[in-house]
């Protein structure tokens, strides 16, 4: 085991940078064209007076957080900015030397409560304290000279089970100790839901897909408008020479239980549908985060089902286990740590007889720092195939300076590529690489071009919850 550092927050720094769409990329009831990706600049302070720092990145994605039907798209972007401003002023209010660990759980508590006075949800909540802990994490990696897999292995973020009192904490060190790298993690396509399906830039197509092995199919949350597009998806994907396994992913657009039966009983009666059918791993997230708490699935649970937006808090996963779901997702955005709680759960659970797992889903990470810290924290948490979906959404580093693009490529050659010009995200054989992550930080060997990014324009506070209208 590494021992965890203690560490002082000393400086946090936001910036973003506009992002512009290859594609209409259409999920839920949202169509996205462009977006913001936000940097995170975090310098610490270890006991006996070394600094670091440190560096993450995230899209700022509207109507993912909070799908509520009044806010528009800018608005939801807005509640993330201000859930990164709330966050930042914690962090740096924190007294004394503590672990990167004890840091985010000294702080979420009160950040989730400082966001409820806003009326911001838990999941965006949790969303400023999600990358403030990716920077200083890889602060701390790069002060101490360790890889983030052999880092976390040796635990020296000092996770302990402190917010998950359903685990032990020797539970969790176990399950870090035992991790090892995964060298190869397959891609997962994401099927938009406008998206070409058949002929030249379809499911089927190489060029298109990537030679990926793994498909995630959106839905819309009409189970006959679904079932029929599934179908013309199933008859692409049977055309493809190997083997391919897909999922479902709602993005809680189906209203209820009923609703949710009626595409689960064309799957499993259609012949139509077979071949989506027997190739299906599990159904995400189908119905929205408060009915999926009130909602025991029942029958369903013949199914995988997985949750993913309302996985907004420490307990949700044991919560949703009880309901009859078997897994859920990890997202670098929705809190590295709580990733990593969650994977040694689904350990613990499994060993005692029932399987549950956890899986891996992209919110459009962009080629950089995004990407690599996911794909990293997939890889050590054991997660086989992930959903990528940033590089086909989005060309590369397109609206990053050509020298950090080449910079990143140089570092990294395993992982990205040069065609035509630009530098890509290199897929091989429908997987990604990992093998150049390991070097000294969080998955990267260099950070972005500090000078080309502009501040983050934070909001003013929104009213608060007795306040708004």
Not at 19 to 32: D, E, H, K, L, N
Not at 183 to 193: K, M, N, P, Q, Y
Not at 219 to 238: F, H, M, S
């Given at each position: 085991?590494?021992?965890?550092?203690?560490?002082?927050?000393?400086?946090?720094?936001?910036?973003?940078?506009?992002?512009?769409?290859?594609?209409?990329?259409?999920?839920?009831?949202?169509?996205?064209?462009?977006?913001?990706?936000?940097?995170?600049?975090?310098?610490?302070?270890?006991?006996?007076?070394?600094?670091?720092?440190?560096?993450?990145?995230?899209?700022?994605?509207?109507?993912?957080?909070?799908?509520?039907?009044?806010?528009?798209?800018?608005?939801?972007?807005?509640?993330?900015r201000r859930s990164l401003a709330i966050a930042r002023d914690l962090y740096l209010t924190q007294q004394g030397f503590e672990t990167a660990f004890g840091l985010h759980s000294a702080c979420i508590g009160a950040q989730?409560?400082?966001?409820?006075?806003?009326?911001?949800?838990?999941?965006?909540?949790?969303?400023?304290?999600?990358?403030?802990?990716?920077?200083?994490?890889?602060?701390?990696?790069?002060?101490?000279?360790?890889?983030?897999?052999?880092?976390?292995?040796?635990?020296?973020?000092?996770?302990?089970?402190?917010?998950?009192?359903?685990?032990?904490?020797?539970?969790?060190?176990?399950?870090?100790?035992?991790?090892?790298?995964?060298?190869?993690?397959?891609?997962?396509?994401?099927?938009?839901?406008?998206?070409?399906?058949?002929?030249?830039?379809?499911?089927?197509?190489?060029?298109?897909?990537?030679?990926?092995?793994?498909?995630?199919?959106?839905?819309?949350?009409?189970?006959?408008?679904?079932?029929?597009?599934?179908?013309?998806?199933?008859?692409?994907?049977?055309?493809?020479?190997?083997?391919?396994?897909?999922?479902?992913?709602?993005?809680?657009?189906?209203?209820?239980?009923?609703?949710?039966?009626?595409?689960?009983?064309?799957?499993?009666?259609?012949?139509?549908?077979?071949?989506?059918?027997?190739?299906?791993?599990?159904?995400?997230?189908?119905?929205?985060?408060?009915?999926?708490?009130?909602?025991?699935?029942?029958?369903?649970?013949?199914?995988?089902?997985?949750?993913?937006?309302?996985?907004?808090?420490?307990?949700?996963?044991?919560?949703?286990?009880?309901?009859?779901?078997?897994?859920?997702?990890?997202?670098?955005?929705?809190?590295?740590?709580?990733?990593?709680?969650?994977?040694?759960?689904?350990?613990?659970?499994?060993?005692?007889?029932?399987?549950?797992?956890?899986?891996?889903?992209?919110?459009?990470?962009?080629?950089?720092?995004?990407?690599?810290?996911?794909?990293?924290?997939?890889?050590?948490?054991?997660?086989?195939?992930?959903?990528?979906?940033?590089?086909?959404?989005?060309?590369?580093?397109?609206?990053?300076?050509?020298?950090?693009?080449?910079?990143?490529?140089?570092?990294?050659?395993?992982?990205?590529?040069?065609?035509?010009?630009?530098?890509?995200?290199?897929?091989?054989?429908?997987?990604?690489?990992?093998?150049?992550?390991?070097?000294?930080?969080?998955?990267?060997?260099?950070?972005?071009?500090?000078?080309?990014?502009?501040?983050?324009?934070?909001?003013?506070?929104?009213?608060?919850?007795?306040?708004?209208?």
């Amino acid at each position: 085991m590494i021992a965890a550092p203690c560490i002082a927050v000393r400086d946090i720094a936001l910036f973003e940078r506009p992002i512009r769409f290859a594609r209409p990329f259409r999920f839920g009831a949202v169509t996205i064209t462009d977006a913001v990706q936000v940097f995170v600049r975090a310098e610490i302070e270890l006991e006996g007076g070394k600094s670091s720092i440190g560096a993450s990145a995230e899209m700022l994605a509207p109507k993912w957080f909070d799908k509520r039907a009044h806010l528009s798209a800018e608005e939801t972007a807005a509640e993330l900015r201000r859930s990164l401003a709330i966050a930042r002023d914690l962090y740096l209010t924190q007294q004394g030397f503590e672990t990167a660990f004890g840091l985010h759980s000294a702080c979420i508590g009160a950040q989730v409560a400082a966001c409820a006075d806003e009326d911001i949800p838990p999941l965006a909540a949790g969303f400023g304290p999600a990358e403030i802990d990716k920077a200083i994490l890889d602060a701390v990696l790069r002060a101490t000279g360790a890889d983030f897999f052999a880092g976390m292995s040796g635990n020296i973020a000092g996770l302990d089970a402190r917010l998950t009192p359903d685990l032990a904490t020797d539970d969790v060190a176990a399950f870090l100790l035992g991790r090892q790298r995964l060298e190869r993690v397959a891609v997962r396509h994401t099927v938009g839901l406008d998206d070409v399906i058949e002929g030249n830039g379809g499911v089927a197509d190489p060029h298109e897909n990537s030679g990926a092995r793994y498909f995630k199919l959106k839905l819309g949350g009409d189970p006959e408008t679904d079932a029929a597009r599934l179908i013309r998806i199933g008859r692409e994907l049977a055309t493809l020479p190997y083997a391919v396994k897909v999922t479902l992913d709602a993005n809680e657009q189906y209203a209820d239980p009923a609703a949710l039966g009626a595409l689960v009983d064309r799957l499993d009666r259609d012949d139509e549908l077979a071949p989506i059918a027997q190739r299906l791993l599990y159904i995400e997230q189908p119905m929205p985060r408060d009915i999926t708490r009130r909602s025991p699935l029942g029958a369903l649970s013949r199914r995988d089902f997985i949750i993913d937006e309302a996985d907004d808090s420490y307990d949700a996963f044991p919560q949703a286990r009880a309901l009859g779901y078997r897994g859920i997702s990890s997202k670098s955005c929705k809190g590295i740590y709580k990733a990593m709680l969650n994977a040694a759960r689904a350990a613990t659970w499994s060993a005692a007889g029932e399987r549950f797992f956890i899986s891996g889903e992209d919110l459009t990470c962009q080629a950089g720092l995004a990407v690599q810290q996911d794909l990293a924290l997939g890889a050590f948490i054991g997660v086989t195939h992930a959903e990528r979906n940033g590089h086909h959404y989005v060309d590369g580093f397109d609206g990053a300076p050509a020298g950090e693009a080449r910079a990143f490529l140089a570092a990294h050659p395993d992982l990205y590529i040069d065609r035509d010009g630009a530098v890509r995200l290199a897929v091989h054989e429908g997987d990604l690489l990992t093998g150049s992550l390991v070097t000294a930080g969080f998955a990267s060997g260099v950070h972005p071009d500090w000078t080309a990014l502009k501040p983050l324009d934070v909001p003013t506070e929104k009213l608060r919850r007795e306040q708004a209208v």
